[in-house]
């Protein structure tokens, strides 16, 4: 018996989670060559373009492997530590610890913060759904709060 994801054969069909997010670590690496190296001159704009995609692709890998975990505690733990380690990175930049451009640029990157805050979000409109009112508002609004407070 075959599933709409196989052929005839077993073998699978179309686009895998695996492929999709090589295709997103490719675009990514191009993005980031252009984003370290575009001062020089050497590296063309469409490199960004390009990689500019990344962000989308690893976002839909996201929603789908947080809806499809036994433990999404652990998952949201995963992609928070990786949030940690970014941001630390960003404060080595800042405190002169590691090395920035020659024309003093750095990195400013939120992806990670910004997915681990959807994954608040996602929860709390899994808990209003099952009727658990107070921690599902709490969840979905106390980081959308935060951040607008951020804007302001």
Not at 5 to 23: F, H, N, V
Not at 55 to 82: N, Q, W
Not at 118 to 137: N, T
């Given at each position: 018996?075959?599933?709409p994801?196989?052929?005839?054969?077993?073998?699978?069909?179309?686009?895998?989670?695996?492929?999709?997010?090589?295709?997103?670590?490719?675009?990514?690496?191009?993005?980031?060559?252009?984003?370290?190296?575009?001062?020089?001159?050497?590296?063309?704009?469409?490199?960004?373009?390009?990689?500019?995609?990344?962000?989308?692709?690893?976002?839909?890998?996201?929603?789908?492997?947080?809806?499809?975990?036994?433990?999404?505690?652990?998952?949201?733990m995963?992609?928070?530590?990786?949030?940690?380690?970014?941001?630390?990175?960003?404060?080595?930049?800042?405190?002169?610890?590691?090395?920035?451009r020659?024309?003093?640029?750095?990195?400013?990157?939120?992806?990670?913060?910004?997915?681990?805050?959807?994954?608040?979000?996602?929860?709390?409109?899994?808990?209003?759904?099952?009727?658990?009112y107070?921690?599902?508002l709490?969840?979905?609004?106390?980081?959308?709060?935060?951040?607008?407070r951020?804007?302001?």
């Amino acid at each position: 018996m075959t599933t709409p994801a196989t052929t005839q054969i077993g073998a699978p069909r179309g686009l895998t989670s695996t492929g999709l997010k090589t295709i997103a670590l490719v675009l990514m690496v191009l993005d980031h060559i252009h984003y370290f190296f575009g001062f020089t001159g050497w590296i063309p704009e469409w490199f960004s373009m390009l990689g500019r995609l990344s962000a989308p692709l690893f976002l839909f890998c996201l929603v789908e492997g947080f809806s499809h975990t036994h433990d999404r505690r652990r998952y949201f733990m995963k992609v928070y530590a990786i949030h940690l380690l970014m941001s630390g990175l960003l404060l080595l930049m800042l405190c002169g610890l590691l090395p920035i451009r020659p024309d003093g640029f750095y990195p400013m990157n939120g992806m990670m913060t910004s997915f681990a805050i959807l994954m608040i979000v996602w929860q709390g409109i899994d808990w209003l759904g099952e009727k658990r009112y107070l921690r599902g508002l709490a969840a979905v609004t106390l980081p959308l709060a935060s951040l607008l407070r951020n804007k302001l």
